[in-house]
């Protein structure tokens, strides 16, 4: 059964650093990439960015409202996931999700989804 | 970047009715990838359709999916007291992928 469990959330204050993980199990985990997608209360859904396999060179992407300040690593040996959240700001509080994408295919949406875990950033 | 307009906002419906939710996008969206999920208060969002069309695995075949290029529809066929949340669309042919605002179900 795959399944994926986000931690590390928290308060923090605006200026401030935090790093979720994102533990995953039940599929191979290194072949495949992972997503992180973050929702504001009572709002819609927004891909925050993505890191892709070994054999695609570990390559990442991120939506233009965190690029140059979240950064989204792997580790491979512990099956875990990593969103590294610097110079955070008000309006980055959300529920934040890792995700996966469907396999076996060059582009496919997320068919599993963790729990999500809770980023307030507030003074 | 590919915005994702829903409407409406809002669908005010009885159990046993149908239901068709809009997805328009600004531009093509590339080789039909185009998703549909539901979301449902306090839980994640659960993957119904894919591929336009493709029905997730062990989703129920009154959920069904169409349309291609910049219009898209999800319709419910007969809806079940467990089928009123939140379903929201996304594209997943072009970086970044986007996610449509929303559409509520609600019971009337």
């Known amino acids: 059964e795959v399944q994926l469990v986000e931690s590390g959330g928290g308060l923090v204050q605006p200026g401030g650093s935090l790093k979720l993980s994102c533990a995953a199990s039940g599929f191979t985990f290194s072949g495949s990439a992972m997503h992180w997608v973050r929702q504001a209360s009572g709002k819609g859904l927004e891909w925050v960015g993505r890191?892709?396999?070994?054999?695609?060179?570990?390559?990442?992407a991120y939506a233009a409202s965190v690029k140059g300040r979240f950064t989204i690593s792997r580790d491979d040996s512990k099956n875990t996931a990593y969103l590294q959240m610097n110079s955070l700001k008000t309006e980055d509080t959300a529920v934040y999700y890792c995700?996966?994408?469907?396999?076996?295919?060059?582009?496919?949406?997320?068919?599993?989804w963790g729990q999500g875990t809770l980023v307030t950033v507030s003074s | 970047e590919i915005v994702l307009t829903q409407s409406p906002a809002t669908l005010s419906l009885s159990p046993g009715e149908r239901a068709t939710l809009s997805c328009g996008a600004s531009q093509s969206v590339s080789s039909s990838y185009l998703a549909w999920y539901q979301q449902k208060p306090g839980l994640a969002p659960r993957l119904l359709i894919y591929?336009?069309?493709s029905r997730a695995t062990g989703i129920p075949d009154r959920f069904s999916g169409s349309g291609s290029g910049t219009d898209f529809t999800l319709t419910i066929s007969r809806l079940e007291p467990e089928d009123f949340a939140v379903y929201y669309c996304q594209q997943y042919g072009s970086s970044p992928r986007t996610f449509g605002q929303g559409t509520k179900v609600e019971i009337k």
């Open positions: 890191i892709r396999s070994k054999a695609n060179s570990y390559a990442t």
């Open positions: 995700t996966r994408p469907r396999p076996h295919s060059s582009s496919s949406p997320f068919d599993y």
């Open positions: 591929d336009a069309s």
